[in-house]
Nanobody, 115 residues
Framework: QVQLVESGGGLVQPGGSLRLSCSAS????????MAWYRQPPVKQRELVAS???????VYADSVKGRFTIFRDNAKNTVYLQMNSLKLEDTAVYYCNGDHYSGQYWGQGTQVTVSS
């Protein structure tokens, strides 16, 4: 069984920054890909950014140039650096791991952008 634990959410003003962390119970090198999704209030969950084991990244158009996904293999952790945050970035952010044994999700961390 794989466990993913997110941290780093919180309340931030528009234009501010946050860094989310996703710690895995297994080596992240064993994942085909790691990703961050988010679910805004009364909306469906959407992909924010993904990172393959080969280092390829994909970003939602709404976050390109503002968010960066990266990893630290030694810490088995994937990060989402979020800069220039906007009100519409408010959501619960989920870490996802695509592993050969299945798809795994973290419990989510709340990000609220508000003045």
């Amino acid at each position: 069984q794989v466990q993913l634990v997110e941290s780093g959410g919180g309340l931030v003003q528009p234009g501010g920054s946050l860094r989310l962390s996703c710690s895995a119970s297994r080596s992240i090198s064993s994942f085909n890909a790691m990703a961050w999704y988010r679910q805004p209030p009364v909306k469906q969950r959407e992909l924010v950014a993904s990172l393959t084991r080969y280092g390829l990244t994909v970003y939602a158009d709404s976050v390109k140039g503002r968010f960066t996904i990266f990893r630290d293999n030694a810490k088995n952790t994937v990060y989402l650096q979020m800069n220039s945050l906007k009100l519409e970035d408010t959501a619960v952010y989920y870490c996802n791991g695509d592993h050969y044994s299945g798809q795994y999700w973290g419990q989510g961390t709340q990000v609220t952008v508000s003045s």
